[in-house]
């Protein structure tokens, strides 16, 4: 077989991209692992940078999402039981949008499928074959058959689990990681928000966070051990400890319900330089893992998406490898940026285990200057709507 570019991974990343090679008339073919009911079953983030929903748009998928979001002028933050808001469209400009990434994927899989992408689910063993040659290839096996593709690129969207970054040598590689010492529990209830706008909690019993996917869809989360399992976690005992941690007027106000999904996510900071090896590109997860304390692990991986299709749109039309070649360099100056902010909201507003007394004082003192400085709010702000491409 033979197509244009091969996309390993058929998360937001490597459909986004398809999508986008699709409507430029650039042919490719998505290799998945699981099925698509599969993927769609995991739940992820809300929050969508402008740049985001402008890429969505680009890719002709923005029907739905412009009907069903919600556009989201600020967020509020709260420590102990002080809270604030930050103002995002008064000190940027612009905004963020409430829509639920697997949403985001699920409109993607459908305008992938009414326009006949080639999209293999259940694939297995994925090679990538001469990646650092002119003509690589990837080879798959689909029930019991193996199965070559011969390509121009290949691009790497299959997560931080995938084969794609363990494709550029070791000698080639450099990994950055950090692992955070604690977990977000995260539910779901078919509740009404608490609150107009996000609250990210930060409290002496550790960080809370509260969000939404529609008027009545709410999506909770609280800090919590490593060594906790969902199941420790009875709907009650997650209940009475987020009242703790979020502000008393929003704990009183807080309308409870059954979980209809209930998970633990780890929490890690992972970069891999660099994000192209001869003609294979590394996007979104394969390449970068954020915590999630800033909504940035989408919005990092469009930004990689609109990179490369930038790059590849410009070779397919004249030829000139300009746009692939710098690939790698802007994209890691975008992710390192999203690295830095994810990281240092989680070190504002979790509580740390091996936390000293000082380091309490400072955090609070850090969140103190953020509600009373226009500037110290105004960095947040710019990092938390998306900083440009
Ligand atoms: N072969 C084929 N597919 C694979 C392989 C493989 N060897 N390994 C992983 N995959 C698939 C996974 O099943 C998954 O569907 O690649 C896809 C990768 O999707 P994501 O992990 O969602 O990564 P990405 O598309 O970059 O999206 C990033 O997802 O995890 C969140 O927080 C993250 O919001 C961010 C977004
Ligand atoms: C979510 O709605 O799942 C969400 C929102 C904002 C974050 C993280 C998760 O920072």
Same mark, same amino acid.
Not at 50 to 63: E, I, P
Not at 104 to 132: C, K, P, S, W
Not at 181 to 202: D, H, K, M, Q, R
Not at 245 to 254: G, Q, S, W, Y
């Given at each position: 077989?033979?197509?244009?570019?091969?996309?390993?991974?058929?998360?937001?990343?490597?459909?986004?991209?398809?999508?986008?090679?699709?409507?430029?008339?650039?042919?490719?073919?998505?290799?998945?692992?699981?099925?698509?009911?599969?993927?769609?079953?995991?739940?992820?983030?809300?929050?969508?940078?402008?740049?985001?929903?402008?890429?969505?748009?680009?890719?002709?998928?923005?029907?739905?999402?412009?009907?069903?979001?919600?556009?989201?002028?600020?967020?509020?933050?709260?420590?102990?039981?002080?809270?604030?808001?930050?103002?995002?469209?008064?000190?940027?400009?612009?905004?963020?949008?409430?829509?639920?990434?697997?949403?985001?994927?699920?409109?993607?899989?459908?305008?992938?499928?009414?326009?006949?992408?080639?999209?293999?689910?259940?694939?297995?063993?994925?090679?990538?074959?001469?990646?650092?040659?002119?003509?690589?290839?990837?080879?798959?096996?689909?029930?019991?058959?193996?199965?070559?593709?011969?390509?121009?690129?290949?691009?790497?969207?299959?997560?931080?689990?995938?084969?794609?970054?363990?494709?550029?040598?070791?000698?080639?590689?450099?990994?950055?990681?950090?692992?955070?010492?604690?977990?977000?529990?995260?539910?779901?209830?078919?509740?009404?928000?608490?609150?107009?706008?996000?609250?990210?909690?930060?409290?002496?019993?550790?960080?809370?966070?509260?969000?939404?996917?529609?008027?009545?869809?709410?999506? $909770?989360?609280?800090?919590?051990?490593?060594?906790?399992?969902?199941?420790?976690?009875?709907?009650?005992?997650?209940?009475?400890?987020?009242?703790?941690?979020?502000?008393?007027?929003?704990?009183?106000?807080?309308?409870?319900?059954?979980?209809?999904?209930?998970?633990?996510?780890?929490?890690?900071?992972?970069?891999?330089?660099?994000?192209?090896?001869?003609?294979?590109?590394?996007?979104?997860?394969?390449?970068?893992?954020?915590?999630?304390?800033?909504?940035?692990?989408?919005?990092?991986?469009?930004?990689?998406?609109?990179?490369?299709?930038?790059?590849?749109?410009?070779?397919?039309?004249?030829?000139?490898?300009?746009?692939?070649?710098?690939?790698?360099?802007?994209?890691?100056?975008?992710?390192?940026?999203?690295?830095?902010?994810?990281?240092?909201?989680?070190?504002?507003?979790?509580?740390?285990?091996?936390?000293?007394?000082?380091?309490?004082?400072?955090?609070?003192?850090?969140?103190?200057?953020?509600?009373?400085?226009?500037?110290?709010?105004?960095?947040?702000?710019?990092? $938390?709507?998306?900083?440009?491409?």
């Amino acid at each position: 077989m033979k197509t244009q570019v091969v996309v390993i991974g058929g998360g937001p990343s490597g459909l986004l991209l398809s999508q986008l090679l699709h409507r430029q008339g650039i042919e490719s073919m998505v290799l998945e692992r699981k099925t698509r009911d599969y993927v769609l079953g995991r739940i992820r983030a809300g929050v969508l940078e402008t740049g985001t929903v402008d890429l969505m748009r680009q890719a002709g998928v923005s029907q739905r999402m412009d009907k069903e979001c919600m556009l989201h002028d600020g967020i509020v933050i709260s420590h102990a039981d002080e809270q604030f808001s930050i103002d995002l469209k008064e000190l940027t400009g612009s905004h963020v949008v409430v829509y639920g990434q697997t949403e985001l994927t699920r409109d993607l899989y459908d305008a992938r499928e009414a326009a006949n992408g080639q999209l293999m689910f259940n694939v297995e063993h994925v090679q990538i074959h001469n990646a650092d040659s002119e003509s690589p290839r990837v080879s798959y096996v689909q029930d019991g058959k193996t199965y070559q593709i011969d390509c121009d690129f290949v691009a790497g969207c299959d997560g931080f689990h995938g084969v794609s970054r363990q494709a550029i040598p070791l000698s080639v590689r450099n990994e950055y990681e950090k692992v955070y010492p604690f977990g977000w529990l995260g539910i779901l209830s078919e509740t009404p928000p608490v609150n107009p706008e996000l609250i990210y909690a930060s409290s002496p019993r550790g960080f809370a966070l509260c969000s939404m996917r529609n008027a009545n869809l709410s999506r $909770y989360y609280i800090q919590c051990s490593l060594s906790d399992s969902p199941d420790d976690w009875t709907d009650t005992a997650f209940w009475e400890e987020l009242k703790r941690r979020i502000p008393t007027e929003a704990a009183e106000a807080l309308v409870t319900g059954p979980s209809i999904e209930k998970s633990i996510a780890p929490l890690r900071s992972f970069v891999t330089e660099p994000m192209r090896w001869g003609r294979l590109f590394l996007c979104g997860d394969a390449a970068h893992i954020v915590p999630p304390t800033g909504a940035k692990g989408l919005n990092t991986a469009a930004g990689d998406i609109h990179y490369l299709f930038e790059g590849l749109t410009q070779y397919y039309a004249t030829g000139d490898t300009q746009g692939i070649d710098c690939y790698s360099q802007k994209a890691l100056a975008r992710v390192w940026k999203a690295v830095r902010f994810s990281w240092s909201l989680t070190s504002m507003l979790h509580t740390f285990p091996d936390q000293s007394e000082f380091d309490h004082k400072m955090q609070a003192a850090e969140v103190a200057f953020m509600k009373s400085n226009r500037h110290a709010q105004a960095m947040l702000a710019e990092n $938390y709507v998306g900083l440009p491409y």
